[in-house]
């Protein structure tokens, strides 16, 4: 079984950054492909991005291309999100996920996901 913790959320105003950390426990996280799905109220869960087990491919939404970025350092065992230029529309609570495959990620259906931790952008 693994668990996935995630840090680094909080309140940032239009235009600003944040960057969520993700570590496991009980496994390793070289074993998957990681990602993030966030949620905002009144709104589905969506994919946000994901990367392979290697870190050296990854998926990005529409959404936040060109001002998220996702990053795996298996040495240390955790997983990064550095997202700038945020907007308002950004917020939501931030998950990280994992899987053997990152086609699990993209789709919604990881094997294992945190609890989340709320992000919010003011104006």
């Known amino acids: 079984q693994v668990q996935l913790v995630e840090s680094g959320g909080g309140l940032v105003q239009a235009g600003g950054s944040l960057r969520l950390s993700c570590a496991p426990s009980g496994r390793t996280f070289s074993c998957y492909a990681v990602g993030w799905f966030r949620q905002a109220p009144g709104k589905e869960r969506e994919v946000v991005t994901a990367?392979?087990?290697?870190?050296?491919?990854?998926y990005y939404a529409d959404s936040v291309k060109g001002r998220f970025t996702i990053s795996k350092d298996n040495d240390k065992d955790a997983m990064y999100m550095q997202m700038d230029s945020l907007k308002r529309e950004d917020t939501a609570v931030y998950s990280c996920?994992?899987?053997?495959?990152?086609?699990?990620?993209?789709?919604?259906?990881?094997?294992?996901w945190g609890r989340g931790t709320q992000d919010t952008v003011s104006s």
């Open positions: 990367t392979i087990k290697s870190g050296s491919s990854s």
């Open positions: 996920a994992a899987a053997q495959s990152l086609q699990s990620i993209v789709l919604l259906s990881p094997d294992y």
